[in-house]
């Protein structure tokens, strides 16, 4: 395992814990990612993994430990507070509006990002909003969608629009809960495609966690195996597929 000490790590825990009552969901988990980095976290069902996501998102709050983004603490931040440091979770439809077109939706968010948005903006603010708004569309492939209000859309579309929000925040870094869990095989290629591209971006720090292990393997640069909580192991995917105790504990487990 690197020294997690180094200029370029965006986000850092240590000896992070959530426990619900007695169950200890998260249990001294010490980690990072280094910016521009797709790093992914996997695990059987109830290892921690969602759970990790909503703390260092600042969904929960953590039990102990720290939290650290861009060197700057966390640990006691809003989800709100954290998205606005440049950490942001994508959410399944949760964040959509599901009366306004793909480009308000889109919009919007752009529109949080702008510090200095109010009222009385200068004309030059919206065309950035605009401009960005633009940006994302044509990124993801919704601008044939664009005036199409969000409801009317087929699922793997209303996906696009969640990591859409995300991204039109401007995030230094985006974690996607199993972006593919429960879609067609057509909206897992399209999916699949976004997030080649997003992890391709080396402005952009990923942190996936995922349970198809083909998808993990072919987008993460590196993975954290989570097994009751705890961190296993970590590495590269070759790596992780060789490790025999992750075979019997992740793969065996499923
Ligand atoms: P994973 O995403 O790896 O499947 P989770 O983080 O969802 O795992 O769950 C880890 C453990 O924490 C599970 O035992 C789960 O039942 C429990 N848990 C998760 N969220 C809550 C909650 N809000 N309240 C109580 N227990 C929870
Ligand atoms: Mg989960």
Same mark, same amino acid.
């Given at each position: 395992m690197s020294d997690t000490t180094t200029d370029s790590v965006v986000l850092q825990t240590r000896d992070l814990t959530k426990r619900f009552g007695s169950?200890? +969901?998260v249990d001294d988990v010490t980690w990072s990612v280094e910016a521009g980095? &797709?790093? +992914?976290?996997?695990? $059987?069902?109830? !290892?921690?993994?969602?759970t990790f996501f909503n703390v260092i998102s600042g969904v929960f709050p $953590? &039990?102990?430990? %720290?939290?650290?983004?861009?060197g700057e603490p966390i640990t006691k931040k809003k989800e709100h507070e954290i998205a606005r440091l440049g950490l942001v979770k994508t959410y399944q439809k949760s964040n959509i509006y599901g009366e306004s077109t793909v480009f308000d939706n889109i @919009?919007? +968010?752009a529109q949080t990002n702008e510090t200095t948005f109010n009222m009385w903006s200068k004309a030059s603010d919206l065309t950035?909003?605009?401009? @960005? &708004? %633009?940006?994302v569309l044509e990124r993801l492939g919704l601008s044939e969608e664009?005036? @199409?209000? +969000?409801?009317e859309l087929p699922h793997g579309l209303q996906r696009k629009i969640e990591i859409g929000i995300a991204l !039109? &925040?401007?995030p230094d870094i985006i974690l996607f809960d199993e972006p593919i869990a429960g879609m067609s095989e057509d909206g897992r290629q399209e999916m699949l495609s976004v997030l080649q591209n997003l992890s391709n971006d080396p402005s952009l720090t990923i942190v996936i966690t995922e349970h198809d292990f083909d998808l993990v393997m072919n987008l !993460? %640069? %590196?993975i954290t195996v989570l097994h009751q909580g705890s961190v296993l192991t970590e590495g590269t995917p070759d790596e992780i597929s060789a490790d025999k105790q992750v075979q019997r504990v992740y793969l065996g487990g499923e």
């Open positions: 169950l200890t +969901a980095k &797709t790093k +992914a976290i996997i695990g $059987p069902n109830g !290892a921690g993994k969602s $953590p &039990t102990s430990g %720290e939290m650290m983004l861009n @919009r919007i +968010a950035s909003v605009n401009q @960005r &708004t %633009e940006d664009r005036d @199409r209000t +969000a409801d !039109a &925040t401007d !993460a %640069e %590196e």
